[in-house]
């Protein structure tokens, strides 16, 4: 089993930058796709980005650019930068894991989860 723990949510600006972390535990993950999804009330979860074991990323296209995904195979965690925060960024993030080669959209093929961690972002 592999657990996943999200930190490093807060409220801050529009404009601002915060930086998410997704520590494993478990397992090693360094074969495992990493990918970042966000919900926000009465919405849908939505993928944010991901990144292969290799370090291929790919983004949503409402976050490219501004966000970055990466990943510290030494420390099994996963990282998301996010700058130029804007309102619509709101929401609860969820860092997630598969054991797969590539990244995909669907949330549905992804085995595991965090519990998320808030951000919020006041314009």
């Known amino acids: 089993q592999v657990q996943l723990v999200e930190s490093g949510g807060g409220l801050v600006q529009a404009g601002g930058s915060l930086r998410l972390s997704c520590a494993a535990s478990?397992?090693?993950?360094?074969?495992?796709?990493m990918a970042w999804f966000r919900q926000a009330p009465g919405k849908e979860r939505e993928f944010v980005g991901g990144i292969t074991s290799g370090g291929v990323t790919l983004y949503a296209n409402s976050v490219k650019g501004r966000f970055t995904i990466s990943r510290d195979h030494a420390k099994n965690t996963v990282y998301l930068q996010m700058n130029s925060l804007k309102a619509e960024d709101t929401a609860v993030y969820y860092c997630?894991?598969?054991?797969?080669?590539?990244?995909?959209?669907?949330?549905?093929?992804?085995?595991?989860w965090g519990q998320g961690t808030q951000v919020t972002v006041s314009s």
């Open positions: 478990g397992r090693t993950l360094s074969r495992y796709a």
């Open positions: 997630a894991a598969d054991w797969a080669i590539l990244v995909t959209r669907d949330s549905a093929n992804w085995d595991y």
